[in-house]
C-alpha cells in the first residue's frame, strides 16, 4: 500500500472529523470514501483502522463507520493534536495542553532534581546552553529542536513513567506554536536564563528552584498564547507574567 495514500486519506478524513466538517453521529460508508478518495478497499481498511485507534471512528456491523464525539478522542495523540492546531480547534488545543504543562512540568522539575541521573542532568546542561545560542541568534527551527529536547529530558529525568509519556504530546504543542508563529523572532533573554536555572538546579539537586525556575517558563509560555482562545488585551500580559519570561 503506497504510504501517500494511506497518509492522504487519514488526513482528509480524520481532519474533517475534527474539524467538525463531518459532525458527531455522522455514518461513513467504505464505498463513498473509496469513491471520493478514488482509492482501493484496504487504503480505506488501514485508513479507518488508524482514525478508530485515534477514538475518532468506530466501525459497527451492518450500519457504517460512526463519527465519534470529541469525549471519545484520543487527545494525546501527536497527529491529533496537530490536527485541532491547524483547524478552527488551535485555541482549545493550545488553551489544554498549556494548561497540562502549567501542572506538571514544573513538579516534574521538582522530581528530576532528586531523580536525574548524572547523565540526563548533564545532558540537560549542554542542551540549554544550545538553546541559548539558536535563540541569540534568531535560528527558531534549531531553538525548537532543542526546545523538544529540553522538555523531553526534564520528563524523562523525573522518573515518573507516566511524566515521560507526555513527551510527544508536549513536542507537538511546541512545534504547533512555532508553525503558528506564536513564538518571537529571538526568544526573550529571560527564557533563556530560565532553561539554564533549570538546567543548573536540577543538576544541583535543588528541587525547589528547579519548579520555581519552570513555573515561570510556564507563566510566560500560557501569557503569551492566551490570546489564541480569549480576547485578552496583549498589553495586559506582563501583569501575568510579572518578572518571568518566555
Known amino acids: 500500500m503506497p504510504p501517500s495514500l494511506h497518509t492522504r486519506v487519514t488526513e482528509d478524513v480524520g481532519r474533517s472529523i475534527v474539524d467538525k466538517t463531518v459532525p458527531a453521529g455522522t455514518v461513513l460508508?467504505?464505498?463513498?470514501?473509496?469513491?471520493?478518495?478514488?482509492?482501493?478497499?484496504?487504503v480505506i481498511r488501514e485508513a479507518i483502522r488508524v482514525l478508530g485507534s485515534m477514538g475518532l471512528v468506530e466501525a459497527v456491523k451492518r450500519v457504517g463507520i460512526r463519527?465519534?464525539?470529541?469525549?471519545?478522542?484520543?487527545?494525546?495523540?501527536?497527529?491529533?493534536?496537530?490536527?485541532?492546531?491547524?483547524?478552527?480547534?488551535?485555541?482549545?488545543?493550545?488553551?489544554?495542553?498549556?494548561?497540562?504543562?502549567?501542572?506538571?512540568?514544573?513538579?516534574?522539575?521538582?522530581?528530576?532534581?532528586?531523580?536525574?541521573?548524572?547523565?540526563?542532568?548533564?545532558?540537560?546542561?549542554?542542551?540549554?546552553?544550545?538553546?541559548?545560542?539558536?535563540?541569540?541568534?534568531?535560528?527558531?527551527?534549531?531553538?525548537?529542536?532543542?526546545?523538544?529536547?529540553?522538555?523531553?529530558?526534564?520528563?524523562?529525568?523525573?522518573?515518573?513513567?507516566?511524566?515521560?509519556?507526555?513527551?510527544?504530546?508536549?513536542?507537538?504543542?511546541?512545534?504547533?506554536?512555532?508553525?503558528?508563529?506564536?513564538?518571537?523572532?529571538?526568544?526573550?533573554?529571560?527564557?533563556?536564563?530560565?532553561h539554564a536555572d533549570v538546567a543548573e538546579a536540577v543538576a544541583a539537586g535543588r528541587p525547589a528552584g528547579a519548579r520555581e525556575a519552570m513555573e515561570l517558563i510556564m507563566r510566560r509560555t500560557y501569557a503569551e498564547v492566551q490570546p489564541t482562545w480569549t480576547n485578552t488585551d496583549e498589553t495586559n500580559k506582563d501583569d501575568y507574567i510579572g518578572t518571568a519570561s518566555h
Open 29 to 42: 460508508l467504505s464505498d463513498e470514501i473509496e469513491r471520493r478518495q478514488g482509492v482501493s478497499r484496504s
Open 67 to 194: 463519527v465519534l464525539p470529541p469525549s471519545r478522542w484520543n487527545v494525546y495523540d501527536p497527529t491529533l493534536i496537530r490536527w485541532r492546531l491547524l483547524g478552527p480547534g488551535k485555541g482549545d488545543q493550545l488553551r489544554s495542553l498549556t494548561e497540562l504543562r502549567s501542572a506538571v512540568e514544573p513538579m516534574a522539575a521538582d522530581l528530576a532534581a532528586r531523580h536525574a541521573a548524572p547523565e540526563v542532568s548533564a545532558e540537560l546542561t549542554d542542551v540549554a546552553l544550545l538553546m541559548r545560542t539558536a535563540g541569540q541568534s534568531g535560528d527558531l527551527s534549531q531553538f525548537l529542536e532543542l526546545d523538544i529536547r529540553f522538555h523531553r529530558l526534564v520528563l524523562q529525568g523525573s522518573g515518573n513513567e507516566m511524566f515521560a509519556k507526555l513527551d510527544e504530546p508536549i513536542a507537538a504543542v511546541l512545534a504547533g506554536r512555532t508553525d503558528l508563529g506564536l513564538m518571537p523572532d529571538h526568544p526573550h533573554q529571560n527564557t533563556l536564563q530560565l
